[in-house]
């Protein structure tokens, strides 16, 4: 009977490049956390990393798992472990959509990572039993509805924050930025194939101690913080925080606004990456993927991680620098001594955040042009629709907090005078509550309207309206009648679409003219 081989010279290329991935992936996850959120270091280094490190153990163990039987059933030594790991656009979406603004809210940060683990809880059960129906969800779901609602979350909540950091301290953010952008869309291979992540983090950290040492101290690095960073040294596991989980439940119906949508949104990715995975050779199971992403994803949120697992992009990757079975588990061995004996707190006093800010940057830039490349050109206008209701959510967020900060608020200001000097704050309002279902439906009936399929968007529009009768679109909670003119609206819309359908003559669609030859223009 054939037996793979666990481990093979090409594992050790794959561990040094996903490794340093998922190391990078930590430092920006652990700076979120301490610098955004403010969360007290005993709850970051005590109770979220050993669960993440926990997490991901499994998560990159049973991958390993899947593919030792893989390639024991087909007899092949060839077969390439999926990559996985922690979300990372989940991870800014969990962070500045749910965790920030309940910490801010509460002026607890505790509350925001309760809140953080009831979201993954939430899509964890969606994960698990999407597992049968994702096949239907895809088909039904226009691929520029959930790329376009995702590409708004990436410019509005994880590109700016990023770019504004870089160009407070330009020294380190901008020359960071560009050994970055060099590499990852110029092809420019540095040293050895040195990862440009890992150069970019190198480089700023030098910059940043050197300006210490000069007394301009750009970066804020100090041997004092070393020093601390050295007692947080030690053996933390994980503990159980069911108690947390549930705590959480208070905040569900801003939760569900955005859990049910983004699971939605990992089954489709996960299909995905699990097809492309099948175009390289390897075709693993996709119900068992996205059922045991969904099951570790609840064993880590019930140990106190708020950050969904996922399988990652890239598996081709890999195998073509010759990972196979091995280098999956020993990513998880080196994350769990990372998480579990508190380096990464010494790593996060020797590298300053803006040297990990253009990565951040350059996240947010691939996911927004991801809907762009990977949709038909013709679904554009839908995108920048799905776009519309995150630029007005951050909108808001920013003239909240610069209010706030003035001990002041939009209603005590008067919504009549600040939209004298042009703040329709009541616009933003309501057209950023629960951006990710808004986004998401705007454009999937932008999609259908340009497509011509007027019935279908008919079908999204009284799904909108149902979903803003009952608070998931266009308010700030879930209840009964909690938009009911918006809701109106929505129905009205559906009626004229499902008239079209059915009475008006139209041209054709763009994508039908392109392939007759034509150019598509308003009629």
Not at 15 to 22: A, V, Y
Not at 370 to 384: L, M, R
Not at 416 to 435: R, S
Request: with cysteine.
């Amino acid at each position: 009977m054939f037996k793979p081989k666990l481990w093979t010279p090409g594992d050790w290329n794959a561990l040094f490049g996903f490794g340093t991935n998922i190391l990078v992936n930590m430092l920006v996850l652990t700076g979120l956390l301490r610098f955004v959120l403010k969360m007290p270091d005993d709850i970051v280094f005590g109770r979220i990393l050993p669960a993440v490190g926990l997490m991901m153990c499994l998560s990159t163990f049973y991958y390993a798992y899947l593919a030792y039987q893989l390639a024991k059933k087909t007899g092949r030594s060839d077969i390439c472990a999926l990559p996985s790991g922690i979300s990372v656009p989940h991870m800014f979406v969990v962070v500045f959509v749910i965790m920030l603004p309940i910490a801010l809210k509460t002026g607890d940060p505790v509350k925001g990572w309760e809140a953080g683990l009831t979201w993954v809880f939430v899509q964890s059960f969606v994960l698990m039993l999407g597992g049968f129906v994702a096949p239907l969800i895809r088909k039904i779901t226009p691929r520029a509805a959930l790329l376009g609602t995702l590409a708004g979350v990436s410019i509005a909540f994880i590109s700016m924050r990023p770019a504004e950091e870089m160009f407070i301290t330009p020294l380190i953010g901008i020359v960071c930025f560009a050994i970055i952008v060099i590499s990852w869309f110029g092809g420019v291979r540095y040293y050895k194939g040195i990862p440009a992540g890992l150069v970019a983090i190198a480089v700023g950290s030098l910059i940043a101690w050197g300006s210490t040492a000069l007394g301009l101290n750009y970066g804020g690095m100090s041997s004092g913080n070393v020093v601390q960073a050295f007692s947080s040294f030690g053996f933390s596991v994980p503990l159980p925080a069911i108690g947390h989980v549930f705590s959480g439940f208070e905040f569900l119906g801003v939760i569900l606004v955005t859990a049910i949508p983004f699971g939605i949104y990992d089954l489709v990715e996960a299909m995905d990456n699990v097809e492309s995975a099948a175009v390289a050779g390897d075709s693993f199971p996709t119900t068992r993927v996205l059922s045991a992403d969904g099951v570790i994803s609840l064993i880590g949120c019930c140990m106190g991680n708020p950050f969904i697992n996922a399988v990652y992009i890239g598996h081709p990757g890999w195998k073509a620098m010759g990972g196979r079975i091995g280098y999956s588990a020993a990513t998880g061995v080196v994350v769990i001594l990372l998480a579990w004996f508190g380096i990464i707190a010494l790593m996060m006093a020797l590298i300053p955040v803006v040297a990990i800010s253009p990565i951040l940057l350059y996240i947010g830039m691939l996911i927004g042009a991801q809907a762009f490349q990977e949709t038909p050109k013709s679904h554009a206008p839908a995108i920048i629709l799905a776009l519309t209701p995150h630029l007005a959510a951050w909108g808001k967020l920013m003239i909240d907090n610069a209010l706030g900060a003035a001990g002041t608020n939009a209603a005590a200001v008067g919504l009549d005078k600040l939209g004298q000097v042009g703040v329709l704050y009541h616009g933003l309002e309501v057209m950023g509550g629960g951006a990710i279902l808004g986004g998401l439906m705007l454009g999937a009936i932008g999609v259908c309207v340009i497509d011509r399929n007027f019935m279908k968007a008919a079908g999204f529009a009284l799904a909108a309206a149902l979903l803003t009768f009952f608070g998931f679109m266009h308010g700030e909670a879930i209840g009964v009648a909690q938009s009911p003119v918006m809701a109106l609206s929505y129905l009205v819309v559906a009626g004229v679409l499902a008239g079209c359908a059915k009475f008006a003559a139209v041209s054709a669609s763009p994508a039908a003219e392109v392939e007759h030859g034509g150019h598509a223009a308003p009629a």
